[in-house]
């Protein structure tokens, strides 16, 4: 006899879009994630564009009933997926529309109903790649020279996560420089003197801190005793840099219980201030 309890944790979500479905992974992600014990099996539909592939798709819909979201602009494809699933009787979604009608509504301005539009290469594509250059050259301390080319610059005590989250914040359009925060070795003196990009400090709780490090050196094959790996020298790195970062004013962040976006969130929460303080 099937647990019907168990069975309903199982949801198929179809992911239905006209250009590369990165806007629609994420809103499935992030809604999915709200729920216990809910194993979501995605069927992912990107550059959904003739009426042949709409068909594809119902197909694949009928053979896995489930929820199907989607992002469509041009109207007679996304009919024609809406009274497919009508006829299967699935549950459909358009994800942007409350978005779209809300601006709409308030700017007074119709909507391009351009697929993709949000990936074509304008300024802020350019501006996005150049954010993403920098950010590589100036990984973990490298090319310090041109910190005042930064938009962020974040100082972080290892294994804080500095490389992810300025991959991230690169990928939003910001130029970010990461510097690691080691014991006993001098930070750049260019860091010192930049005035212009937002500085934040990254720390992280010493014992979740010290797990990290010492999984990261058995990757390594790595299994000798040393103060990276070593409680009290760990608290004490913790202690100091908090200290710096309160000495020079830096604000900083425990990165002990958020994720990369929430790291990010919060570091351009400080960055906006500071933009508005700098008038």
């Known amino acids: 006899m099937t647990d019907s309890s168990s069975a309903s944790r199982i949801v198929h979500l179809h992911l239905v879009s006209d250009a590369t479905g990165e806007t629609i992974n994420r809103v499935s992600s992030a809604c999915v994630s709200q729920f216990e014990g809910v194993e979501a099996i995605e069927h992912v539909w990107s550059l959904v564009r003739t009426r042949g592939h709409v068909d594809k798709v119902l197909g694949g819909i009928k053979a896995h009933p489930g929820i199907v979201l989607f992002t469509f602009a041009d109207l007679s494809l996304r009919q024609a997926l809406e009274d497919g699933c009508r006829r299967l009787t699935v549950p459909f979604i358009s994800v942007l529309d409350p978005v779209i009608e809300a601006l709409t509504g308030y700017l007074g301005l119709p909507a391009h109903g351009e697929p993709g539009r949000q990936h074509t290469m304008d300024d802020a594509y350019f501006s996005r790649i150049a954010a993403m250059d ?3 050259v100036h990984d973990d301390g490298q090319s310090v020279s041109d910190l005042d080319k930064a938009d962020i610059v974040i100082v972080g005590v290892s294994r804080s996560s500095k490389t992810p989250t300025a991959l991230y914040l690169a990928n939003r359009g910001y130029k970010v420089a990461n510097i690691p925060f080691v014991p006993n070795v001098t930070l750049p003196h260019e860091l010192f003197e930049t005035s212009r990009p937002l500085i934040v400090g990254l720390t992280k709780d010493p014992e979740r801190l010290v797990q990290v490090r010492r999984n990261r050196l058995l990757m390594l094959k790595e299994n000798a005793a040393t103060d990276y790996t ?15 970062f309160t000495e020079q004013g830096w604000p900083f962040i425990d990165v002990t219980r958020r994720s990369i976006e929430e790291t990010a969130a919060a570091i351009l929460q400080f960055y906006n201030r500071k933009i508005s303080q700098d008038g």
């Open 134 to 136: 920098y950010t590589l």
């Open 230 to 244: 070593d409680i009290e020298t760990v608290r004490g790195e913790i202690q100091t840099a908090r200290r710096l």
